[in-house]
């Protein structure tokens, strides 16, 4: 007797419901930008010895936290300048499409500002009180990059903020509060983060320049054309992925140049900047620039704690 068939019940996730509308708006696809930083300082604070769980940990939530209040300020503020129009065509924005109340959004954001600054607070005993400064101007650029009487990404300083915060000073910190100094592939290895974090803006701003030129909101594709833009993309591309010979040539293991195998999908992500001709394309293009930082990171980290695991099982 044949067995009956089988019924499977497919649940679909209603994207209007309240968990979903704030995860969207948390805008999970940037959130590599916040976790690669953490993970490659971690890596090179564990191959100079000196891994600290704890601070690392710490770290990555702080950074992960101020991703997220800074994308729930750019939904408020893009709104309030009447950046967010019907006329935008990326994903959607909690506020103005009705699904979150302005004053609603602002006081999360301020909420999730304030958690970060206070879990900032416990890395005071593992680096002292330089933290605090970054800590406080953290928030603030977060606040800055759409808000205040200047915003940074409406005067083409958006790129500078993400390469500072999500790659030196990302890096910078990670590895401080776990090693105790810097060193220069400290600082060399934020460059390479930040530049790849970047990117991730290149995409969006260029996706967006016509909505955002309207608003005012003077990005540096805005202000210098897409061929410029190109150019950034591939330049950071370029150089980011220079970063496993300069190591290498510092006396790092050979294992750093595994981010190398990633040069082909790269080559393909600027081609497909260069080509793309509507908004589907650049949004893939940019959940992809996400993805390729995070896979850079990974492979980094394990080119840095891959000798560390091979002496241990030799020794």
């Given amino acids: 007797m044949p067995a009956p068939p089988v019924r499977v019940l497919c649940v679909k996730m209603n994207p209007n419901t309240t968990p979903q509308i704030w995860i969207s708006a948390a805008r999970p696809r940037t959130l590599p930008a916040a976790i690669a930083p953490v993970l490659t300082a971690t890596a090179l604070a564990a191959y100079e010895g000196k ?30 300048h009447g950046a967010d129009t019907a006329e935008r065509v990326g994903p959607r ?53 759409t808000g205040g009487p200047y915003p940074l990404g409406y005067n083409g300083l958006g790129d500078l903020f993400v390469f500072l915060f999500f790659g030196l000073v990302a890096v910078g910190a990670t590895f401080f509060v776990q090693a105790g100094h810097l060193t220069i592939a400290s600082f060399e290895v934020g460059a390479a983060m930040g530049l790849l974090a970047a990117n991730i803006l290149v ?28 150019t950034q993309y591939g330049l950071s591309l370029a150089l980011a992925f220079a970063l496993p010979i300069v190591l290498w040539f510092q006396g790092y293991p050979l294992f750093v140049f595994l981010p190398v195998v990633l040069i082909p999908l790269a080559l393909r992500h600027q081609a497909r900047l260069r080509t793309a001709s509507n908004a589907p394309q650049l949004i893939g293009l940019l959940g992809d620039t996400g993805k390729l930082l995070a896979l850079y990171s990974v492979l980094l980290s394990v080119g840095l704690l891959l000798p560390l695991a091979l002496n241990s099982l030799c020794g």
């Fill in 51 to 80: 891994f600290a769980l704890l601070p690392a940990l710490t770290c990555l939530v702080f950074a992960l936290l101020i991703q997220i209040g800074t994308n729930f300020a750019n939904d408020y503020y893009d709104y309030i």
């Fill in 93 to 145: 924005r909690a506020v103005a499409a009705g699904l979150v109340a302005p004053a609603t959004m602002k006081r999360v954001m301020w909420i999730v500002f304030a958690t970060a600054f206070l879990i900032g607070l416990t890395l005071l005993k593992f680096g002292g009180w330089p933290l605090l400064i970054i800590g406080v101007a953290s928030v603030l650029c977060g606040i800055a990059y």
């Fill in 203 to 230: 995409v969006n701003n260029y996706r967006d320049v016509e909505t955002d030129q309207k608003a005012g909101k003077r990005t540096l594709v805005v202000r210098f054309g897409r061929s410029f833009a190109r």
